[in-house]
């Protein structure tokens, strides 16, 4: 029967640009978009931009705008990366918005009224410098369990362990540099043990729905084994949020009016008008606590605890409709390790684009997804070899070797009919692929892809045993090549609705170029007959080596600049001239500032096993103790033995990196271009190890 289903991706944060990471979330669901769609159900599409917090706050300080004008231009970057990708929302908010306010609002209060909230006296961290509460991200210090230095207030990059910021050992404000002190403030909390039988309960119905992966309800059995804690829902001003009712000076925390942004897109959407079916009513009759539509969610894994326990909990508490389905991602990584700056693998999206087709990314994506919370990987080797082999290769060269013949001899025209062999071949092929519609909706779209991957591999050896271009020369033959290219190229149409949902620019254009437009999979079921196609154009192109290398640097370039293109463009020189190369842009002293810059004695220097570029270090840093460092400069020092008893310069404040062979801890200074013409900076004799350098 069918259905009527409200989907959102999580919210991107309005701080920096869309990257590739973020891409896997919205094609994941705009692909499950699009299949729903086709599989004749109605489907409402929306998101929104997280606009609230701290870090924007300081954000726009920095930049000199105000919070407001940093959001409106993230919000335009974002809805056109979006968009370019092919993720088509029918409404994408924000949620800085009035219809936002109003709903958070409502259940706020609804939860008050219901006894569902409580105040109490909270110390916290404040920053006596900037006048303001610190939250964890926002303090650093020394972790209180491996002492690594320079570690977030909630939990250490290098050990893994989690603390409260009042644990950390010298801990300073990462606003101001000053020394946070603590203080009493009053704070306010929804009480989540008054939902804890009910989310229970809930999250068994929803796993035994398929509504949630048991990896998340297993992982939710964890945040019950000690009973669940009141949740810290205020913060104190200055922040930039939506301050709580009768409050003042006090806003509410991001994440209680971030999921409250998806029904205010919703909301928004359904007094637009753009879609007939939808009025201001509607929404009243949908966000109803015992409504019979949908609301399914995608997000990542690491915001299962807001959507499984607060989400849930904020709406019965006001007596709305929960969540029918949390359908949760793992992370992207690049060529098996993590998106890194430094190799040019952390892509933004606007920088795939200016380099690679949208649908090619989309493609290698779904045949990697499945139901689970596993990684994804972009092996960028097999994303190039997957591309050429399986689209340009397998699916677009059916169309591209067989229509030609086609109009040079039947005038583009499709035979009227097909014999009852070819026609049952058409029949098993279009069966078996139907069982994509429920691989599609069980978001198992790597095993789809595996479907439809074996039906062309079948078609282009049905093209391969019965050579048309053999046959057209002849002429005896010519009522059997017809019955050939018109099967053909009914394999194309049959893989083209099938991939639909993954590839629709691409798909768009093969229907052009079939001269029809099916909106459903139902349409499979026919083989499409009697009917004139358009002259072939190119589909899809190889991806060339190249293309990737290319985008891979740009990304190491992009990386230097700030997230958004927010910097003045550079004016030329009063004094004329400008043939020059553009330095980098200007920083103010503050930023120098953060640089703990230290002369250190090379007590050990050595190769290290199983890299070819890298030397470790051991410094004597003075009162800063020793400290051991990583520096890939191997190749321009071959006898790292004489380094030692020189004295070099160090960045001390660097966060500690964990690499395979031990942590670094710091980094090394050198001058030059890399490889061979790197030469370490050196400090004169009378400078003693731990000297700062300014």
């Not at 004139?532 to 589909?539: A, D, R, V």
């Amino acid at each position: 029967m069918p259905r009527e289903i409200l989907v959102t991706s999580a919210l991107p944060y309005a701080n920096g640009r869309i990257h590739l990471g973020h891409v896997v979330e919205h094609v994941q669901s705009d692909i499950w978009v699009r299949a729903m769609r086709m599989a004749g159900h109605t489907v409402h599409y929306v998101c929104a931009d997280d606009a609230h917090g701290t870090s924007i706050m300081l954000r726009a300080e920095k930049e000199g705008i105000t919070p407001e004008a940093l959001i409106d231009g993230v919000w335009t970057e974002h809805t056109a990366d979006l968009r370019d990708f092919g993720v088509i929302y029918d409404h994408y908010s924000s949620t800085h918005s009035e219809t936002n306010r109003g709903l958070t609002y409502r259940i706020w209060r609804a939860l008050e009224q219901n006894g569902h909230v409580e105040s109490k006296p909270v110390k916290q961290l404040f920053d006596p410098e900037r006048q303001m509460f610190l939250p964890d991200r926002f303090i650093k210090g020394e972790c209180p369990v491996c002492h690594s230095k320079d570690q977030y207030g909630d939990a250490c990059e290098v050990c893994g362990s989690t603390y409260t910021p009042t644990d950390l050992i010298e801990p300073y404000s990462v606003v101001s540099g000053a020394t946070p002190i603590q203080k009493e403030s009053l704070h306010f909390f929804v009480k989540l043990a008054d939902f804890e039988a009910l989310l229970k309960s809930w999250l068994e119905e929803r796993r035994a729905a398929g509504g949630l992966q048991s990896e998340v309800a297993n992982k939710l059995k964890e945040w019950f084994a000690d009973g669940l804690r009141s949740w810290d829902v205020s913060r104190d001003a200055p922040y930039f949020g939506f301050e709580i009712p009768d409050q003042s000076g006090k806003y509410f925390y991001v994440w209680v009016d971030a999921p409250v942004g998806y029904l205010a897109a919703f909301k928004e959407l359904c007094e637009s008008g753009r879609k007939q079916e939808l009025g201001p009513a509607h929404f009243e009759r949908f966000v109803r606590a015992e409504s019979d539509t949908e609301m399914v969610h995608f997000i990542g894994k690491d915001i299962i605890y807001f959507h499984t326990l607060f989400w849930p909990a904020m709406l019965h508490g006001a007596s709305l409709r929960m969540p029918t389905a949390v359908n949760v991602h793992g992370f992207l990584t690049v060529d098996g390790a993590k998106m890194s700056k430094s190799r040019g693998t952390f892509v933004n999206a606007r920088t795939y684009l200016d380099h690679l087709d949208a649908d090619y990314l989309r493609y290698y994506l779904a045949s990697m997804l499945g139901p689970t919370l596993a990684d994804i990987d972009l092996d960028l080797k097999a994303f190039e070899e997957r591309v050429n082999s399986h689209l340009v290769g397998k699916w677009v060269n059916i169309a591209s070797r067989c229509a030609g013949f086609l109009h040079k001899n039947f005038d583009g025209k499709l035979a009227d009919t097909l014999p009852q062999t070819a026609r049952a071949r058409y029949g098993a092929a279009a069966a078996r692929l139907e069982a994509c519609a429920a691989l599609y909706e069980a978001r198992d779209y790597a095993a789809a892809m595996r479907a439809i991957v074996e039906v062309a591999d079948e078609a282009n050896a049905y093209v391969a045993d019965h050579a048309p271009w053999t046959m057209a020369k002849d002429e005896s033959r010519h009522a059997e090549l017809h019955t050939v290219l018109t099967l053909a190229l009914n394999y194309f149409r049959l893989l083209t609705i099938w991939l639909a949902p993954v590839v629709p620019a691409t798909a768009a254009r093969a229907f052009e170029f079939l001269g029809e437009a099916p909106n459903r999979f139902t349409a499979a079921r026919t083989p499409l007959l009697g009917q004139g196609i358009n002259p072939f154009k190119t589909l899809a192109t190889r991806i060339d080596t190249r293309q990737i290398a290319a985008m891979i640097e740009a990304s190491k370039e992009s990386m230097q600049s700030p997230d958004l293109q927010t910097a003045p463009a550079p004016q030329p020189s009063p004094h004329g001239g400008g043939g020059g190369k553009l330095g980098p842009p200007t920083i103010s002293i503050d930023d120098f500032a953060r640089l703990d810059l230290r002369v250190a004695k090379v007590l050990v220097c050595e190769p290290v096993d199983g890299s070819d570029k890298l030397l470790r270090f051991e410094l004597d840093a003075g009162d800063l103790g020793k400290r051991q460092i990583f520096s890939g400069i191997k190749a321009a020092y071959p006898e790292p033995a004489k380094l030692v008893g020189r004295n070099v310069v160090f960045i001390a404040n660097l966060a500690p990196r964990k690499m395979r062979f031990g942590v670094s801890e710091g980094m090394i200074l050198s001058a030059g271009t890399g490889g061979t013409d790197l030469f370490l900076l050196d400090a004169d004799q009378g400078a003693a190890p731990g000297a700062p350098v300014k």
